[in-house]
């Protein structure tokens, strides 16, 4: 089978290495950047205060290993932006994309002369590169330059929150900080662009005396003569050089695009549309390249399934997942024709179906989940029940209760978490959890029974705390049974929720029950105990009828459940 030079293993290496080496680039980009518009901030308070926050300022950046990071992240971040865009097959993707890389492109040509202006002056020709010289330069020398140069700071900002933003967003406390986070977004460009105005302002008022000019040069030593023609004609070469590679690396993908129409592969979506391609290309940058809608939450860097696929034909002929969209389809519980289309890269003619809406969104892809379709699968499941906790309530204040009762669930849920279980739903004082969807069965048994244990040591040490407080203990049941059961989404609207039903879970339940009659906090069907290993005293196995079922059923009924803890 024709290989692809993405699918090895040193590619995925190089791929996250790479991914890496960008996003760490980027914040190195982006505290500079944020440092810089919090000194000019300053400015609303005085040009004094400017040039004392500077002092800080250079501190952190103008020394060997600030300065190595700042202009080595520069260098990098722009050449691994180059590099992505060299290595697309086509420039078709979405708007915000689009225009976080169009920001990107334009912050080195706005930022040249400015760069040069500042650090290779004072590196060259001595040049203190004050505020109070930058803002005569902008402000009263080439005032169209302020104007240029509030634009690539707002436009170095944006690009830099969209590109935290997209980092950020698949984090699970993002949600809460978010405004937190747009609030200060909005306010750190703000507040600085009115200090750099603020003092402009200052600094066209003392321009208007010949003596302060003449002192300002004097102690700032701005390069003339030889120097400052050496000075711009480096700009100039620096910019034609910069437009030379940009102008490459935006023609390759062009090319290729152009290619793909004589030559190559042949994606069929389903309606029947065809794109052709060249070998190496993903099926989402074909849906691109064709100007197929296609979702793609996280832009096709394999952070997410958005933009997962069915493959209808040519399944046998595409490469093996990569590390990164296995992991991916292993955590989704993905069906073997189903892929990533951001990470597939077909060799040969293949069909496929999109499975989101284009417009798609997390919360959609998790609604799509094959397991939220609804298949059948082994589990094991446990039930939990307090005994005699309808009478202990009637004697408690109805705040007491809850309190109570959120003890025992804290007690339960901390268990069942700690052994790698789902809880599936309280039920009153009652708790369902489910191990082993995601794992093999005899796994889920062994979890289910250390959850017993466990959920069984942090009762007693409940009650304790209970007895403590002259209350009375606690009592619990736990019943666990393995088996079939079907795994899927149920229920309607907001309360829809993966959920687990099915004669093993019924009979689950009427194993928790069980407990009462052979005075015992756990009973344990004989099938949990094969599965799991568990090897127990002949007195503990008993033999019951289940209601609903028409067979007995052997269980194991253990007293002190303890003795399973993990």
Same mark, same amino acid.
């Given at each position: ?103 990107? #492109? &334009? /912050? !080195?040509? $706005? ?6 202006? +500042? ?6 020709? @001595? ?122 690396? #935006? &023609? /390759? !993908?062009? $090319? ?6 004589? +030559? ?6 389903? @309606? ?125 204040? !109805? ?168």
């Amino acid at each position: 089978m024709p290989t692809q030079p993405v699918t090895g293993g040193w590619a995925i290496r190089q791929s996250r290495i790479i991914a890496r080496l960008r996003l760490a680039t980027g914040l190195i980009l982006f505290v500079y950047l944020l440092t810089h518009l919090l000194n000019h901030a300053l400015g609303l308070v005085s040009l004094r205060a400017m040039e004392q926050g500077r002092d800080i300022f250079l501190l952190l950046w103008r020394n060997p290993v600030g300065t190595f990071l700042l202009y080595g992240s520069i260098l990098a971040h722009f050449f691994l932006a180059l590099y992505s865009v060299y290595r697309r097959q086509s420039l078709r993707m979405p708007a915000w994309e689009a225009l976080q890389m169009v920001f990107g #492109l &334009l /912050i !080195p040509p $706005l930022l040249m002369g400015h760069v040069v202006g +500042t650090r290779a002056a004072h590196a060259i020709a @001595g040049t203190e590169d004050s505020y109070a010289l930058v803002l005569y330069i902008l402000w009263v020398v080439k005032p169209l330059y302020a104007l240029r140069q509030a634009a690539v700071l707002l436009i170095a900002w944006v690009h830099g929150c969209m590109g935290l933003h997209f980092w950020l967003r698949f984090r699970p406390g993002y949600p809460r900080w978010l405004p937190l986070l747009y609030t200060a977004a909005l306010l750190v460009p703000v507040f600085g662009l009115l200090g750099f105005v603020q003092a402009g302002r200052t600094v066209v008022g003392l321009a208007q005396d010949p003596a302060w000019i003449d002192r300002l040069k004097a102690a700032a030593g701005p390069p003339e003569g030889e120097i400052a023609n050496i000075l711009g004609a480096a700009v100039d070469g620096l910019l034609v050089l910069y437009f030379a590679t940009l102008a490459g690396a #935006l &023609l /390759i !993908p062009a $090319l290729r695009a152009a290619i793909n129409n004589r +030559t190559g592969i042949v994606v069929t979506y389903n @309606g029947g549309r065809r794109v052709t391609v060249q070998q190496g290309t993903t099926i989402l940058e074909a849906s691109r390249m064709a100007g197929i809608p296609h979702a793609a939450v996280c832009g096709g860097r394999g952070r997410c399934s958005t933009c997962r696929i069915r493959i209808w034909a040519g399944l046998e002929a595409l490469p093996a997942p990569n590390e990164q969209e296995e992991a991916v389809l292993v955590r989704i519980g993905a069906p073997a024709n189903m892929r990533l289309a951001c990470q597939t890269r077909p060799v040969a003619a293949v069909s496929v179906a999109p499975l989101l809406p284009p417009t798609g969104a997390l919360k959609d892809a998790r609604r799509q989940l094959p397991a939220r379709q609804g298949h059948e699968r082994e589990v094991a499941v446990l039930f939990a029940d307090l005994r005699g906790f309808t009478q202990l309530s009637e004697r408690q204040l !109805p705040y007491d209760v809850v309190f109570l009762l959120n003890r025992y669930f804290s007690a339960v849920g901390s268990a069942i978490d700690e052994a790698d279980g789902r809880i599936d739903k309280f039920i009153g004082d009652g708790v369902m959890a489910v191990f082993g969807v995601a794992k093999p069965i005899d796994d889920g048994c062994r979890r289910a029974l250390t959850a017993a244990g466990n959920i069984a040591v942090k009762m007693a040490a409940l009650n304790e705390n209970l007895i403590e407080e002259g209350l009375e203990p606690l009592r619990i049941g736990i019943g666990i049974h393995a088996g079939p059961a079907i795994v899927g989404e149920m229920g309607y609207g907001e309360a829809a929720s993966i959920t687990v039903i099915g004669d093993t879970v019924n009979t689950a339940s009427r194993l928790e029950s069980l407990t009462k009659d052979f005075n015992c906090e756990l009973v344990v069907s004989d099938i949990v105990a094969d599965y799991a290993g568990l090897e127990l005293p002949g007195e503990c196995r008993q033999v019951a009828m289940i209601r609903g079922r028409s067979e007995p059923l052997a269980v194991h009924a253990i007293g002190d459940a303890r003795l399973l803890a993990g």
